[in-house]
């Protein structure tokens, strides 16, 4: 499959698993659902690493790269991510981190040297465009769920989802010349989970307060950890690695950001009420943007 698709594909896991984290996050606090969420994920990434034969695969360099990769874009990335969406929800939270797609053209053209052109370099930017439009102006005026409610500081919520863009473009920048080569994407994923989560443990073993759990586990809430895990991570996560294995890193990271238009629909459902008017423009700006990148 293309790397396109696949990186099309890992969007549709981040959706899901957006719209799966939300209540669980708002509940465990950032810091105790990213290690809950990442101890399921390891144990099902490993679990797949030894049944496919291929935890072998990896030295000690890009064993130390791929934990390093975990480290800024799980471990500070995803902390930041949850901890913006806990504060802007879910809807908020995804336009701010959709910017990673710039700041993943703008990395892979200064560090690797990949560029976009004509028919290319304008679906990038119609898909960017429509993927802003859909969610900073998919708000209907009488919308008054309690994810649309803003908890603490409007700027500290907006510097985190910037800074999780950022680390989340940091980290896939850098192993994309690793996984060019063709090692085992389900493997490096698992390295990259077990780094961001042994340093996770190691907060709370130091008796770190954010790090503890805000309120007494229920069977729902780690269900809904765990399905956000299995989807978003261990799917999503080497959906992504797969993608950087033949395909551009801009594109990829292009591609892998209309997971907020994809979301949607989803918050469609959650809403029980039609997106807005701007919601449905920018979704269509994206798909427009998507097919000129996949068809040139």
Known sequence: MR????????????????????????????????????????????????????????????????????????????????????????????????????????????????????????????????????????????????WEDTQGALAVGVALGLVAALCQAVATLMIKPLMSTGIDAVTASAVRVTSAFAVHLALLWAGLGLARVREPLSACVLWSTWASAAVAMALGMTLILAALQTGQANLVGILSSISPVLLLPLLWLVYRRRPAVGAWVGSLMAVVGTALILTH
Do not use: K, Y
Request: with cysteine.
């Open 3 to 146: 790397a396109e698709f696949l990186a099309a594909l890992a969007a549709l896991c981040w959706a899901l698993g957006s719209l799966l984290s939300a209540h669980a996050s708002g509940r465990m606090g950032a810091f105790a659902f990213t290690r809950w969420r990442l101890f399921f994920a390891l144990t099902l990434l490993w679990a797949l690493a030894l049944w496919t034969g291929q935890r072998n695969s990896l030295d000690l360099r890009a064993m130390g790269l791929l934990a390093l990769s975990g480290f800024i874009g799980i471990f500070i990335g995803d902390t930041a991510l949850f901890a913006c969406m806990n504060r802007l929800g879910p809807r908020r939270c995804g336009v701010l981190f959709a910017t990673h797609a710039l700041f993943s053209a703008v990395l892979a053209w200064i560090v690797l040297g990949e560029t976009l052109w004509g028919w290319t370099l304008a679906g990038s930017v119609l898909l960017v465009s429509g993927v802003m439009v859909a969610i900073a102006w998919g708000r209907r005026a009488d919308e008054n769920h309690r």
